[in-house]
């Protein structure tokens, strides 16, 4: 079994495809974003309503694009930034103009969050770029997530989870599946995250093999 990486691990591993092997970041997004749709869409397609929580971060990037790759597949789509988006990174800020360019309404607040009946929520407020204690807004929005009847899938770690060690900082999005992306977090082996992560998918985005990022792995 291929170990689990470290966030750390997996941003010099984004650095190395993006800058030295040359696929373009928003590719990689696209990937992904591609991959979970895909996957969603395979399990969950006699399902009709959709609700996308999305930060800013590319976490959000990538649930931006999947809110508009649902769009697209004629499913009724609700997406929610939260945050400030003047401070969405660069690949977010172009999924969010695609978006918009797409008529789909992109709601900054996350008051209907619980009152619609969505079928299935899916959480891209943070990925492995988590490294503090949730805060509100985001904090509100985990606990809203958490006490819908919806099906909630993660994108790439559930939200509130250190990719690293498994550990909750102080809440966390309990997700019935995490569909996570390119490669298993070592915080995955943490057994005390399973009721966080739920049923794990690893989903292949076209990172190079292995022998191309050997280097960049901490020693054992
Ligand atoms: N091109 C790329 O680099 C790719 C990135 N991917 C996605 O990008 C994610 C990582 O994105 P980012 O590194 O932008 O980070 P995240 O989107 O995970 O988090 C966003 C930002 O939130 C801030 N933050 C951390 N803890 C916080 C807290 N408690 N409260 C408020 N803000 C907090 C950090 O500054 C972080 O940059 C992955 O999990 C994955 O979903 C994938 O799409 C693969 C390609
Ligand atoms: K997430």
Redesign the pocket.
């Known amino acids: 079994m291929v170990r689990g990486l470290s966030a750390r691990e997996?941003?010099a591993i984004?650095?190395f495809t993006?800058n030295s092997i040359g696929i373009p970041?928003?590719v990689?997004?696209e990937?992904?974003?591609l991959s979970v749709t895909e996957a969603v869409l395979s399990e969950y397609d006699d399902n009709e309503n959709f609700i996308v929580v999305c930060?800013?971060?590319?976490?959000?990037?990538?649930g931006v694009a999947i809110a508009r790759l649902l769009h697209q597949s004629g499913k009724r789509v609700t997406l929610h930034v939260i945050?400030d988006l003047s401070k969405a990174?660069e690949?977010?800020h172009i999924q969010l103009i695609i978006a918009r360019h797409l008529e789909m309404t992109i709601s900054e607040s996350d008051a209907d969050l619980s009152e619609q009946k969505p079928a299935i929520i899916i959480d891209?407020?943070?990925?492995?770029?988590?490294?503090?204690?949730?805060?509100d807004p985001?904090l509100s929005v985990i606990k809203a997530i958490n006490q819908s009847t919806a099906t909630i899938l993660a994108?790439?770690?559930p939200s509130?989870l250190s990719?690293d060690t498994g550990i909750v900082?102080n809440e966390a999005v309990r997700a019935k599946k995490t569909y996570t992306?390119?490669f298993w977090k070592k915080g995955f082996d943490n057994d005390q995250c399973r009721p966080f992560t739920g049923e794990i998918k690893t989903l292949a985005?076209g990172y190079p093999e292995a022998k191309f990022y050997q280097h960049l792995l901490e020693s054992e």
């Open positions: 997996i941003k984004d650095h993006i970041s928003v990689l997004m990937r992904a974003a930060g800013t971060g590319n976490n959000g990037g990538d945050g990174s690949e977010t891209a407020l943070f990925g492995i770029g988590l490294d503090r204690a949730v805060k985001y994108v790439d770690i509130g990719a900082y992306i390119g985005i």
